[in-house]
């Protein structure tokens, strides 16, 4: 009796590991869908309005996130919960404009005097009432769960200040490979990140200034901002002095304003 109570908690635990489609394919196909590119490739628009046509398969998939147990995703791969993480932010992000739009032009309009739209716990997730701001700090940032400041940028808040949402989901296979891409166009990107070279200081994104600390938490040996930096002054800067002084580290920093209006797509 013990033996066939052992084999059914295996055939069942078994069977809830492959319930979740870890490729998330419904989310990927809605981003493929209705995200793109700029011309530079550095920066994305969403198209929203189009979003909210297929706002049906969204709330699929948002169910899909939420009949994830925490048992279940404990027993994960840490790549498959980074993933699964990031993709739930965005995709939750998503839901929340879709609420309100096209009535808004800032996320920030969802908020009030007391309360932010990251608060907001308007969704389930392991088996708790969540907000964004639960996702991302609670368990995407918590020490020593994952300590990758390259999430900062993968998880989009919905503004054009944000790096781009990639038109694709994550997956646990090229986490990696994405969080790097998408670290990489948004330094690209010299509206929001660039060595000014008449002044010659490094004007760079807000990102960087709120979440200093986590660029100086010893990922791949670095313990500061400016040392992560140097690894991406090829970016950063089109001239060679520029590139020096970013790569030694001996530069000044500005950070840019944050433009907060909606990443809708051009149209």
Same mark, same amino acid.
């Given at each position: 009796m013990k033996l066939l109570l052992s084999i059914l908690l295996i055939l069942l635990t078994a069977t809830s590991a492959l319930a979740f489609d870890q490729q998330h394919t419904t989310l990927d196909a809605l981003l493929k869908k209705h995200v793109t590119w700029n011309a530079a490739g550095v920066a994305s628009g969403? *198209?929203?309005?189009?979003?909210?046509r297929d706002w049906p398969q969204l709330k699929s998939y948002l169910s899909e996130l939420s009949a994830v147990s925490r048992?279940? @995703?404990d027993r994960w791969g840490k790549p498959a919960r980074l993933a699964f993480l990031i993709n739930a932010y965005n995709a939750f992000t998503i839901q929340l404009i879709l609420g309100s739009y096209p *009535?808004?032009?800032s996320i920030k309009d969802l908020?009030?005097? @007391?309360s932010s739209p990251w608060s907001k716990r308007f969704f389930n997730l392991?088996?708790?009432?969540?907000?964004l701001d639960n !996702?991302?700090? *609670?368990? !995407?940032?918590?020490?020593?769960a994952y300590d990758d400041p390259r999430i900062h940028f993968a998880v989009v808040c919905a503004a054009i200040g944000c790096p781009g949402l990639r038109a694709e989901a994550f997956t646990a296979e090229r986490v990696d490979e994405q969080l790097e891409d998408s670290l990489r166009r948004f330094l690209s990107d010299q509206s929001r990140n660039r060595y000014n070279a008449q002044t010659g200081r490094l004007e760079i994104s807000? !990102? @960087?200034d709120w979440y200093a600390g986590d660029f100086a938490r010893g990922f791949r040996?670095?313990?500061?901002?400016?040392? @992560?930096l140097a690894d991406y002054a090829e970016l950063l800067a089109r001239d060679e002095t520029g590139r020096n002084k970013i790569s030694n580290g001996q530069i000044e920093i500005d950070y840019l304003d944050y433009d907060w209006h909606l990443n809708k797509a051009s149209l």
């Open positions: 969403v *198209d929203y309005a189009g979003l909210q048992h279940e @995703f *009535d808004l032009t908020g009030s005097l @007391f392991l088996g708790k009432r969540q907000s !996702i991302e700090h *609670d368990l !995407i940032r918590a020490p020593g807000k !990102i @960087f040996g670095r313990d500061s901002l400016l040392s @992560f």
